[in-house]
DNA sequence: CTAGGGTTAG
């Protein structure tokens, strides 16, 4: 593009540049190359218009393709003041390069004239080759700073994540007798909502009020939003039922504070309301239903975003994979895999990692590592989302082996890697595995163990049946024990039959989180192994009179891209009949298989046993089991989700069930998942 | 002369 003519001469006055040639040279403009004269002077300025050009300073004159017409002279003019050193600073590409003009700017007395000072705290500020040392070096350095400069330096604190020296700024610019404009409460409004420091919004609003800023868009829609999320939602309805004319972000920001507010109803009113809506309002809706648990109406509210044709973004996707991961639908959560794919959209480190979320969550984890291999740029999220997989789905050295990868690559793992890799330790039985990796995560990498990390320690020793280990590393760690490490104890108490430490560890469960219903549950199923009736049933009374209930088991399996729910005694499904010939049919061939029914965690205060019996044969999960037999064909993988954990009957038939009938059949409870397979489990029963 | 708003996984 750029051009000239052979053996030019090139001058510059004070707006322009002139290129000559002699009349004898033919000059094509826009074709052949510029070889400026070689002695230093042409050369010098030849290489400043050249920097000029790059960055667009300069006003290049046309010439229409048919000029035929040797040219001889060519005039190109300055767009504004040529300011070579400042139009520098944006091909900068690192801090380095931006230092040295920076001191080019110092030589040239630029630094003293505002505007120029101004652009380079700004780039200093908020380009991402930036720095906010020298940024406010700059700001320190200029006599006179004036409003756009603290705005920079404010700004780029913000985006940098330092919202509160984003507001000591302020305190600064206003001892300094620098007046506030809009710019300057935008990001301070930012800053308080991320802070969140509602008290400090409001003197904030009451100076913009004073200064008449308060009918600014900018500031408006920024003060509704902060009011809304810090809990100022009537106040934030006042505000924003005062404008007199609302734009999109009025709107949303509104609608993200009954979300935030989890105001279902006040949401979808305003929602209705709505002129017009775009791909933030419906990420709004989306997010709130999955944030609420409601998947299937997040799901049917992506529905309508198509149907309105508003094109979903990643934020969209995101949302939407995880709705899917929670409900197990691994039907759906193929198509926006396929809709990913389709629209050319690139997996990015977040994309990624809720795509191979999803399909560990599924049970599918050849879906996982094809989502894992597709993302490209992998950072340590992307290889967290892929080792919780593996070790969520009972593929323990796999996770291991990942993890391994992972170091050789230079990736530097972070506390969360740790829980996945030592959950993968505590599933697969691999207690030295786990001890060595525990070890590691202080001494390689230097992060602390917290709470969590300890937890699975605690499930890793636990399951090895190593009391006197999880005795010495409750009493050894810094923090008091949390309900989920209690959990784990009492698991590992009822699998080896330890009732003592089973009744400590239930009782600190129950004091800890005294409205779970599964801290009553747990020790309730440890008394039940040891008969001690007696003793469920002072639980149960204690749940009745605390008002706890144990939510009814469900479990849920998806069919041709539909969600299919069940609960235990299930009677209202359109294909019962069939469902429950299905049933009987199990049970006559699990019985063939030598089945005993295990009635022991029968919860339910039974006495009769064909009842207890009955009801067991009804749990949620066989139902859902039955219905996928009936409608798929055979030897195709059954998924299952239930919301409870399963019990060891559930358990057991599940095994036989799948070396009967020669069936892979995938069950994730609460905690973890089963992969049931020719008559056994990938938990290898311990759960 | 210059700039700016709302949504995001594990």
Not at 73 to 96: D, E, F, G, M, W
Not at 468 to 478: L, S
Not at 533 to 545: F, G, I, K, P
Request: aromatic share 8%; net charge neutral; hydrophobic share 40%.
């Amino acid at each position: 593009m750029i051009v000239g003519c052979i053996f030019a001469t090139c001058r510059r006055s004070n707006d322009h540049w002139i290129i000559s040639c002699s009349s004898v040279q033919r000059a094509f403009w826009p074709a052949s190359l510029v070889k400026p004269e070689i002695h230093s002077r042409g050369l010098l300025l030849f290489l400043d218009l050249l920097i000029q050009i790059i960055s667009m300073s300069l006003t290049i004159p046309t010439i229409p393709a048919t000029h035929t017409e040797p040219i001889t002279n060519l005039t190109i003019t300055k767009k504004t003041k040529p300011n070579t050193n400042l139009s520098l600073l944006h091909l900068c590409n690192n801090l380095r390069e931006a230092t040295q003009v920076h001191a080019l700017i110092i030589k040239s007395s630029q630094i003293t004239d505002t505007y120029s000072a101004s652009r380079l705290a700004e780039f200093y500020a908020i380009s991402d080759n930036g720095s906010l040392k020298y940024a406010q070096k700059v700001l320190d350095s200029v006599q006179e700073p004036y409003t756009f400069l603290w705005n920079a330096v404010i700004r780029g604190n913000l985006i940098k994540h330092n919202p509160l020296k984003t507001i000591l700024l302020y305190d600064r610019m206003l001892r300094q007798s620098v007046e506030p404009d809009h710019f300057t409460f935008t990001s301070l409004l930012k800053a308080c909502t991320q802070l969140p420091a509602p008290a400090i919004g409001k003197q904030l609003h009451s100076q913009i009020v004073k200064l008449g800023l308060e009918y600014s868009p900018f500031i408006r829609n920024k003060l509704i939003h902060l009011y809304a999320v810090s809990g100022s939602i009537s106040d934030a309805r006042k505000l924003f039922d005062s404008s007199t004319e609302l734009d999109i972000v009025t709107w949303n920001s509104m609608l993200e504070g009954y979300a935030d507010n989890t105001d279902g109803d006040a949401l979808h009113q305003l929602f209705d309301k709505m002129p017009h809506r775009d791909v933030v309002s419906w990420n709004t809706m989306i997010a709130f239903y999955v944030q609420v648990s409601d998947f299937k109406q997040a799901i049917a509210i992506f529905r309508r975003m198509q149907e309105n044709g508003e094109r979903p973004n990643r934020v969209t996707l995101i949302s939407l994979l995880s709705a899917v991961s929670y409900l197990g639908a691994l039907a759906q959560g193929r198509w926006i895999h396929a809709y990913i794919d389709k629209h050319g959209i690139e997996l990015d480190q977040n994309l990624g990692s809720a795509l191979i979320n999803m399909y560990a969550k599924c049970g599918c984890l050849e879906g996982a590592v094809q989502a894992f291999r597709q993302t490209i740029q992998k950072n340590v999220d992307t290889w967290n989302a892929m080792i919780t997989g593996l070790a969520t789905n009972g593929q323990s050295l796999k996770a291991l082996r990942l993890f391994s990868e992972m170091e050789c690559l230079g990736v530097s793992p972070n506390a969360i890697t740790f829980v996945s890799v030592l959950n993968a330790c505590s599933h697969g039985g691999l207690v030295e595995e786990g001890v060595k990796h525990f070890k590691m995560m202080s001494q390689k990498y230097g992060i602390e163990p917290d709470v969590t990390h300890y937890g699975c320690m605690v499930d890793l020793f636990g399951r090895a049946g190593l009391f006197d280990k999880i005795e010495e590393i409750i009493g050894a760690m810094p923090m008091k024990p949390d309900a989920v490490m209690w959990k784990a104890l009492l698991g590992a108490c009822r699998i080896h039959g330890n009732l003592e430490m089973g009744q400590q560890a239930g009782h600190q469960l129950i004091e800890l989180a005294p409205n779970d219903h599964a801290s009553y549950v747990l020790l309730s199923n440890l008394y039940a192994i040891d008969d001690k009736w007696d003793a469920v049933h002072r639980l149960r009374r204690m749940m009745r009179e605390r008002g706890i209930r144990k939510p009814p088991g469900c479990s849920s399996i998806e069919m041709d891209g539909v969600v299919h729910e069940f609960v235990v005694g299930d009677t209202t499904h359109s294909r019962k009949k069939e469902m429950y010939e299905m049933l009987d049919e199990m049970e006559e061939r699990l019985m063939l298989a030598g089945y005993k029914p295990d009635t022991g965690q029968v919860l339910l205060h039974i006495d009769d046993e064909e009842t207890k019996q009955t009801s067991l044969g009804h749990h949620s999960e066989k139902l859902a089991v039955a219905f996928g037999f009936i409608s798929t064909n055979p030897g195709t993988t059954i998924r299952v989700v239930k919301n409870l954990r399963v019990c060891t009957d559930c358990h057991s038939t599940m095994k036989l069930l799948s070396k009967i009938y020669g069936r892979d059949i995938i069950v994730r409870d609460s905690n973890r998942f089963h992969h049931f397979r020719d008559g056994s489990c990938s938990c290898l029963d311990y759960w």
